[in-house]
């Protein structure tokens, strides 16, 4: 079956392309001249519609296996599609951790029915607790693992951080760091600040994390090899890794792309919704985290979609879970950006940003949206098995209409 997509405009670096008419044909994806669309089965008004290679994102959390009630591997692979990405590292914290061979096999074997491409964070350490190391040579040799980390949590010990750089570079494997010191967040709900101190809440000062910072970049100026830190989210955080690039070190960053919408000042009703780690900020630090995504300190953003079930977040705010589903309201957050980041910066946060950190070899792939279409975010258009959101029962804007991978053509049904 051919498909024309009449008046598509494509996402450039520079900027946004003419529109132009796409075939979707035999497998391919190509443009073509607009005189010449005249035997194809379908023909599709375009117009105001944007086009950009696949996203993807570094940052994804799934329960399966262990909590498949609050996403399964099949939830997770519809609701990647359904938001436009084509491919995410998923975070190794199930239950069992993903910390073997067997482990990485099982998620892989159940994901390839799948469309999205599932790339594995490969634990670092035994039931994610920084102390024995796991078999990160035996994941890569035999399963193809490049990327490992602690998934949610920290890698506080100093010695078992210094000793996996030290393994990853056997094979050009990367360290995906979430950085923050533990013992100084403890018992923290949300920011230390003004807010949580009129909350009466417990907080975790920046200092939680730019300290982790800190030390984790000594350690790579001491051992070499490559990290990228995930969620940062000060702004000393951002200018301790803007250094570390001029410098020459090989790091990269990410950022959750709710940090950009939210602050502290909107927990003061203790929404269990809001309460995500790292924590919403202040203001000073949003500041800083848009100047890092504009100046290329910042590689790429993420959904940090993290499912839980109404047991673990509709309870007191400081039994709550921490975490928030992202990847159906990834499209309508970014439309809420567009005005201050624009699309072609925003976009290449998911594509070539990502793309650029990570060591394996990603299919070509297409993301087609309507950025101005109204939808929904409820029951009905929910494709994940949880709801930890606090945009559910909104109405948004920003809507994907089509994936293209893997040679197929995929219309999402929203």
Request: hydrophobic share 35%.
């Amino acid at each position: 079956m051919s498909v024309l997509f009449k008046g598509l405009c494509i996402i450039h670096p520079d900027g946004l392309g003419e529109p132009e008419d796409y075939v979707f044909e035999k497998g391919e994806f190509t443009p073509i001249a607009s005189s010449n669309t005249s035997h194809y089965d379908q023909e599709i008004d375009a117009t105001g519609w944007l086009l950009s290679h696949g996203w993807i994102d570094l940052r994804c959390g799934v329960g399966e296996p262990g909590h498949e009630y609050k996403e399964s591997i099949e939830s997770l692979a519809e609701c990647l599609v359904t938001s436009g990405f084509s491919a995410a590292v998923i975070l190794p914290n199930t239950e069992p951790v993903i910390q073997s061979k067997g482990d990485v096999d099982f998620v892989l074997n159940r994901a390839k029915r799948y469309t999205p491409e599932f790339l594995i964070q490969g634990a670092v350490t035994k039931d994610t607790e920084g102390e024995n190391f796991t078999e990160i040579l035996d994941m890569h040799h035999q399963s193809g693992v490049f990327v490992f980390g602690e998934g949610r949590k920290p890698l506080a010990n100093g010695d078992r951080y210094m000793k996996a750089l030290q393994y990853l570079q056997k094979f050009n494997g990367v360290l995906f760091d979430h950085a923050y010191d533990p013992l100084l967040a403890i018992f923290g709900h949300m920011h230390e600040g003004d807010n949580s101190t009129m909350l009466g809440v417990k907080g975790m000062p920046n200092l939680a994390e730019d300290v982790a910072i800190q030390r984790n970049l000594e350690i790579v100026r001491y051992t070499g090899g490559r990290i990228h830190f995930q969620t940062i989210n000060t702004a000393k955080g951002v200018s301790l890794i803007r250094g570390a690039k001029a410098e020459g070190l090989n790091v990269t960053a990410d950022i959750s792309i709710y940090q950009l919408l939210f602050s502290d000042s909107d927990l003061m009703e203790f929404d269990p919704n809001l309460k995500v780690l790292p924590p919403f900020r202040g203001d000073t630090d949003r500041e800083a985290l848009i100047e890092g995504i504009k100046d290329g300190t910042i590689d790429a953003l993420v959904s940090n979609h993290q499912p839980e079930d109404r047991d673990s977040k509709f309870m007191e705010f400081d039994l709550a879970h921490f975490g928030m589903v992202g990847l159906q309201t990834f499209l309508p957050a970014m439309a809420l950006l567009k005005n201050e980041l624009g699309w072609p910066l925003l976009i290449e946060k998911i594509t070539s940003g990502p793309k650029e950190i990570l060591p394996h070899e990603l299919t070509q792939s297409w993301t087609i949206f309507d950025p101005e279409a109204d939808w929904t975010y409820d029951e009905k258009s929910n494709k994940s098995l949880s709801s930890n959101s606090p945009w559910f029962g909104s109405d948004l804007k920003g809507k994907v209409k089509y994936v293209i991978q893997k040679g197929q053509l995929i219309e999402v049904d929203v």
